[in-house]
DNA sequence: TATAATTTCTCTAGCGACTAGAGGTTCAAG
DNA sequence: CTTGAACCTCTAGTCGCTAGAGAAATTATA
């Protein structure tokens, strides 16, 4: 039996956010002792791993929930568990794509300023002034 | 003279965000007709276009309010100009390189399902419950 | 000129995923 | 049995907008 702060530690997820968590319904409301203190088991340290790990690799709440649902009921067919992380290699992808074209402006951008000059003639500055000085779009 | 609507149309920014900008202090609050309604010249759509500009390069406001402040002191040395964009590409960078890792991990785990089974022995979700699988850190 | 349609005004609240703090209660060690 | 750490709930703040209510001003048409 761990309280809510021994399980923060072992999963290294902060104890406002275990909470917040049972709030949008992706950890269950577990049971209290007589002071009304939470007391988790095995199964939520291992589903509170399953939410971590999830998070960190950018799944919403809204997707986890889904996730989570499907994880607990293993008749079900696993299509909809695939369809999710093909959507959400997709977002990545596509977050990825947009970064790389910010990261060739910016890194054009901040190429032309040496620091050396007064504001008026920053090559940064002009540069934010005047979209067409970009090589593409973003 | 442009009325919000029209600065909204020829700048592609939404009216609330227009007002939004406003209150955070980016934009200057303009002259008003007698009715209280806002009237905008070619200075403020042009400055609508470097706030927008830098929001699409990803600066947060508080650090276009630098590049404003700088923007508007030409005597100014641009050094802190160049030190934001190079800042900011390296929150780029950063988010590319963490994104990139994701999507190894994405694909790897997307690739393990092929929908046709049942939940209970779905790769997805075996996966997420087990971050050992992973080949690296997220 | 009268009226109707559109635009604008301010203000409040909501999004996602937390995080921080106040003020009060319970637990565990000594 | 006292002390101090950990816990409780609740509210509000973060960022960068976005949406809506209800009222007032402007513009277009008859």
Redesign the pocket.
């Given at each position: 039996m761990f309280?809510?702060?021994?399980l923060?530690r072992e999963t290294g997820v902060?104890?406002?956010?275990i909470?917040?968590y049972e709030d949008m319904g992706l950890l269950a409301a577990v049971e209290?002792?007589?002071?009304?203190?939470?007391r988790y088991g095995r199964a939520e340290l291992e589903r509170l791993g399953f939410i971590r790990h999830a998070?960190d690799l950018g799944f919403?709440?809204?997707a986890i929930r889904s996730l989570i649902d499907l994880n607990t009921h293993p008749d079900r067919p696993c299509a909809e568990a695939g369809a999710l992380a093909r959507d959400q290699l997709g977002d990545v992808r596509e977050k990825i794509t947009r970064l790389q074209r910010l990261e060739v402006e910016l890194a054009r951008i901040a190429k032309g300023c040496n620091g050396s000059g007064p504001a008026g003639e920053c090559y940064v500055l002009s540069s934010l002034a005047d979209h067409g000085k970009c090589g593409s779009e973003h």
């Amino acid at each position: 039996m761990f309280s809510i702060g021994a399980l923060s530690r072992e999963t290294g997820v902060k104890i406002p956010t275990i909470r917040y968590y049972e709030d949008m319904g992706l950890l269950a409301a577990v049971e209290r002792t007589q002071g009304n203190q939470r007391r988790y088991g095995r199964a939520e340290l291992e589903r509170l791993g399953f939410i971590r790990h999830a998070r960190d690799l950018g799944f919403s709440i809204e997707a986890i929930r889904s996730l989570i649902d499907l994880n607990t009921h293993p008749d079900r067919p696993c299509a909809e568990a695939g369809a999710l992380a093909r959507d959400q290699l997709g977002d990545v992808r596509e977050k990825i794509t947009r970064l790389q074209r910010l990261e060739v402006e910016l890194a054009r951008i901040a190429k032309g300023c040496n620091g050396s000059g007064p504001a008026g003639e920053c090559y940064v500055l002009s540069s934010l002034a005047d979209h067409g000085k970009c090589g593409s779009e973003h």
